[in-house]
């Protein structure tokens, strides 16, 4: 069956380190989409994708970047970890405009 | 760009009572607007959705309603069940056309 999963699912690390969380999804989806959910703060965006190539920042970017080298796979990288990163990432996908996000099972990072 | 306001952050009814979770945005090109349940430890998940040109939608104990003038939207839930208990996040579709940007989400408790 179909479906979009991510790993690690759980992950420490330490402050400074570059970590590198894996999405992965076999929908042929276009669109891919990486969230960080906080108490209090919902789901906020952070990089997005309509396609091979295509990157786009969201709301909470920085410290984070993507790259998408196939339809299947958006690795969100945090470059120098830091406290403040620790959270839950979701990754989610997308058929196209307007329709219905899938979100992957999510990854908890803490970065002590 | 887009920004989505959600209330209230937290709602306590008996089983058999109605729930009502009310959203607005502030971005009037924005024409999609999902609903997603999250449960505790899980990934979110997709309910119901409305688009623009559609005022009211019902799918058998839930219903969502758009005001465009108003830019708010609502859900409705009806007899609600102790199984309905979860966090809700609403959703309008961003600026960029297909980027999601949600409200911080409502914890519904729903006692028995």
Partial sequence: DAEITQSPRHKITETGRQVTLACHQTWNHNNMFWYRQDLGHGLRLIHYSYGVQDTNKGEVSDGYSVSRSNTEDLPLTLESAASSQTSVYFCASQLGMGTEQFFGPGTRLTVL | ?112
């Fill in chain 2, 1 to 112: 760009g887009e920004n989505v306001e959600q209330h209230p952050s937290t709602l306590s009814v008996q089983e058999g009572d109605s729930a009502v979770i009310k959203c607005t945005y502030s971005d009037s090109a924005s024409n999609y607007f999902p609903w997603y349940k999250q449960e505790l430890g899980k990934r979110p998940q997709l309910i119901i959705d409305i688009r623009s040109n559609v005022g009211e939608k019902k799918d058998q104990r839930i219903a969502v309603t758009l005001n465009k003038t108003a830019k708010h939207f609502s859900l409705h839930i009806t007899e609600t069940q102790p199984e309905d208990s979860a966090v809700y996040f609403c959703a309008a579709m961003g600026q960029a056309g297909t980027a999601l940007i949600f409200g911080k989400g409502t914890t519904l408790s729903v006692s028995s």
